[in-house]
């Protein structure tokens, strides 16, 4: 029996992360590798605090019991909401997934399915670049060397485009898509979606234009965006090389402004193109399709208000109620029609506009 549940377990957990990631659900890279760190980590908390080694693991060390114990195990090492929640939620699929190839394994897997996720705190203001604070950024990049100007496009790139690092790196030649003076690009999303995103900004297309002729004389489509060269030939940049740049650059913009956010990463840049886009009017639902979201959920994180643009929506409601009042006064000089249209339109009772009608003169 023991090594009946042995198979199963083994079989069932070779297949989730070989077959089931890859093939059905369609995963990116990143993603999967995250899923196979939820479940290695999992296995050595099961070491760790009960003594069972991986080859010792059966079907009953994956019930509610043990998986709760897990979370609390993750909250003991200060681990984020975020971290532990992720990785309930991959044993949670294993869990359904498991259910649905083997249907016994029900009883033992069906608790797991209906544990709850923690509560995040509250939301904090996403970390994001103020405008000032992106001209900063790109003023500490040296443009004297080669490696300096490959920098700068990539982050005036990736800001443009709002790509995530995975998307910023696999870009090719061949993915940029030209109509006339127009310029796209396809950027290769989560889950093996695509999205095509327009290139804005006369001075962007002119720096860009500039990037290709220094850095792809040779005009292969196979080749990389952004790349290092290894052993005479061009490869991938790695998302590692791409950290490792926005945080030295970060530390530099921070000498120059200390409010600047800190670690720099790619996807704050990819958030302050959202923030700004938000701020200059785009909806919501428009931001969703432009970052790539499969959930306008995940796109209203955005949605908040800086006291900036609440000053400057003021203004203009202000504007709009002055210029309706002018044109209300010039038709019909009531000063009882102006007063109701001052109090937001509420109809005043007959004594009141007396009142009313007496401050006015």
Partial sequence: MISEEKDIIYRLMGKFSGYWL????????????????????????????NGITASKVLLEHFSREFVAGFLKWLNERHLSVATVNL????????????????????ECLHGVTTLKPLRHPAKKKIKHLTKPQLKTLFSVIDLNTRSGIRNYMMIAFCYITAARVAELTAVKLKDIIRDGKKISVRLYGK??????????????????????????SSNS????????NYRERKVRIARSTVDTVLKKLGARAVKIDPN??????????????????????MPIAYLRDFLGHSSIESTSIYAWTDVATMRRELK???????????????????????????????????????????RLK
């Avoid at 093939?23 to 605090?49: N, Q, W």
């Avoid at 990785?87 to 029900?106: I, N, Q, S």
């Avoid at 889950?191 to 962007?204: A, D, M, Q």
């Avoid at 489509?221 to 290092?228: A, E, G, M």
Wanted: with cysteine.
């Fill in 260 to 281: 600047f956010p800190e670690p720099l990463h790619c996807h704050i840049l990819r958030h302050s193109r959202a923030m700004h886009l938000h701020a200059e009017g």
């Fill in 191 to 216: 889950g093996s979606k695509t999205r095509i995103v327009p290139l804005e900004g006369e001075r962007f297309l002119g720096s860009f234009e500039s990037y290709l002729r220094l850095f792809h």
């Fill in 22 to 49: 890859i093939e059905v659900r369609k995963l990116s890279s990143f993603t999967i590798s995250a899923y196979r760190d939820s479940c290695r980590s999992y296995l050595r908390y099961l070491k760790e605090t």
């Fill in 316 to 358: 203009k409601v202000k504007k709009l109620r002055t210029q309706a009042l002018e044109k209300e006064k010039n038709t019909n000089g009531d000063p009882d029609t102006i007063a109701l249209k001052l109090m937001g339109g509420i109809d005043l009772n007959k004594n009141v506009r007396i009142l009313w009608n007496e």
């Fill in 87 to 106: 990785r309930l939620t991959v044993l949670k699929a294993f869990a359904r997934f498991a259910m649905d190839e083997e249907p016994r394994t029900w």
């Fill in 221 to 228: 489509k196979d080749d990389y965006l952004f790349y290092t």
